[in-house]
């Protein structure tokens, strides 16, 4: 998207979207041509809200709209992550060091047989699978690692009111510390796992 927001520190405004069920499992989308999987997510324009262009990826990337879902939460404030420096566009301007991201977590409200994948230009998905809670922070590039477990720890309430699920044992101990700590400032600003 060529007018995409990217902040003075070269940051990227983006939204990123965690979709449970009522058997409280969480949709990942399978990257179109790849291995990868992760949650759906996208950029956002200039004067867009959050919330919009939440509504508007979610539509774009699984063909999913408003009727389909119900909003359970948003982060406080942005969850951000550098991109290794392989993956930077050095020649791009303005230049775009990393992402910053509102996170949504929404319940799907009908069946996963509406999930499309050609609502937007180029699909970014080709194929969905629903997952435990934390197996999300397993599967997505080891980048975005830290701002998954963040926003999975601050919205989890939202989705399990009484008990949320623990993250499982095979967690670093350093990320246990983190999660214990505010949960908005959880995601560290370079992703870096130290």
């Not at 520190?9 to 990257?31: C, H, P, Q, Y």
């Not at 324009?45 to 709209?65: C, D, Q």
Request: aromatic letters at 12%; one cysteine or more.
């Amino acid at each position: 998207m060529s007018n995409d927001w990217i902040d003075d520190e070269g940051f990227r405004a983006n939204v990123g979207i965690i979709l449970t069920n009522d058997s409280g499992k969480l949709m990942l989308g399978g990257r179109v041509g790849a291995k990868g999987w992760q949650f759906p997510q996208g950029g956002m324009a200039p004067g867009e809200s959050a919330e919009a262009a939440m509504f508007r990826e979610l539509e774009e990337e699984v063909g999913l709209t408003t009727s389909d879902v119900e909003l359970l939460g948003v982060t406080r404030d942005w969850l951000r992550y550098r991109l290794p420096e392989k993956f930077v566009r050095k020649h791009s301007q303005p230049l775009c060091i990393g992402q910053k991201q509102r996170w949504f977590m929404l319940r799907l409200r009908t069946s996963d047989k509406n999930v499309r994948f050609d609502r937007g230009d180029e699909p970014e998905f080709d194929r969905i699978r629903w997952v435990e809670y934390w197996r999300p922070v397993n599967e997505v590039i080891y980048f975005k690692r830290r701002v998954y477990a963040s926003a999975l720890h601050e919205l989890g309430s939202t989705a399990y009111p009484n008990p949320m699920p623990r993250p499982p044992r095979w967690w670093p101990k350093r990320w246990r510390i983190v999660l214990d700590k505010e949960p908005a400032r959880a995601g560290s600003a370079d992703g870096n796992d130290r």
